[in-house]
């Protein structure tokens, strides 16, 4: 299974991102999937999950009312939309399950400038 992140970029504070992870293979619709970024010198943290039928999500408080966590079971692939953005957002994000299941991708490199 390859995990395929994309969307990130150099943005001000205050602007919007939308990331997208597209999973190669597997039974999407029953994975759980999350977010989760590594800001530069730190460890790898969770930002937000969501289950295969999109009910049920998670996110960790600094990303709450700014950043949406959605998915596309048939187009394999999950999504998080953060507006709003700040400068202590800058981070690498990835996708993965969240027990980290598979290998990880390369992510995808979010900067906030101030």
């Known amino acids: 299974v390859q995990l395929v992140e994309s969307g990130g970029g150099l943005v001000q504070s205050g602007e919007s991102l939308r990331l997208s992870c597209v999973v190669s293979?597997?039974?999407?619709?029953?994975?759980?999937m999350s977010w989760y970024r590594q800001p530069p010198g730190k460890g790898r943290e969770l930002v937000a999950s969501?289950?295969?039928?999109?009910?049920?999500?998670y996110y960790e408080d600094s990303v709450k009312g700014r950043f949406t966590i959605s998915r596309d079971n048939a187009k394999r692939t999950v999504y998080l939309q953060m507006n709003s953005l700040k400068p202590e957002d800058t981070a690498v994000f990835y996708c993965?399950?969240?027990?980290?299941?598979?290998?990880w991708g390369q992510g995808t490199q979010v900067t906030v400038s101030s």
């Open positions: 293979e597997g039974a999407f619709i029953l994975l759980n």
């Open positions: 993965n399950t969240p027990g980290r299941r598979y290998r």
């Open positions: 969501i289950d295969g039928a999109g009910s049920s999500i």
